[in-house]
């Protein structure tokens, strides 16, 4: 059975920095294109940020510069470091491993954790 485990997530500053992490079980984690996702209250879930096993990267605009994506396969991780954070950031940050290319799409991903809070305050 596939799982896949955000954490991370919390309260910050605008400006302030968080990592969000995700750890899955279940998969040859290597194998899978990662993707970060978040949805705001109200709004849909959105594209944020992917990686291929390649480790090849796709970012949202809004986000590039300020996030990076990446993985350790090893550890059947993949990570997102958020810096310069700002208040239009706060969301519901999912992961989710796709059985084929990365996509800013979120019907291309199979599997999908549970997801983690992300508030930045003004």
């Known amino acids: 059975q596939v799982q896949l485990t955000e954490s991370g997530g919390g309260l910050v500053q605008a400006g302030g920095s968080l990592r969000l992490s995700c750890t899955a079980s279940?998969?040859?984690?290597?194998?899978?294109?990662m993707g970060w996702f978040r949805q705001a209250p109200g709004e849909e879930r959105e594209f944020v940020a992917a990686i291929t096993f390649s480790l090849s990267t796709k970012y949202d605009e809004p986000v590039k510069g300020r996030f990076t994506i990446s993985r350790d396969n090893a550890k059947n991780t993949v990570f997102l470091q958020m810096n310069s954070l700002k208040p239009e950031d706060t969301a519901v940050y999912y992961c989710?491993?796709?059985?084929?290319?990365?996509?800013?799409?979120?019907?291309?991903?199979?599997?999908w954790g549970q997801g983690t809070q992300v508030t930045v305050s003004s």
């Open positions: 989710a491993a796709s059985k084929n290319a990365i996509s800013t799409d979120p019907a291309a991903y199979s599997y």
């Open positions: 279940g998969v040859t984690f290597r194998y899978y294109p």
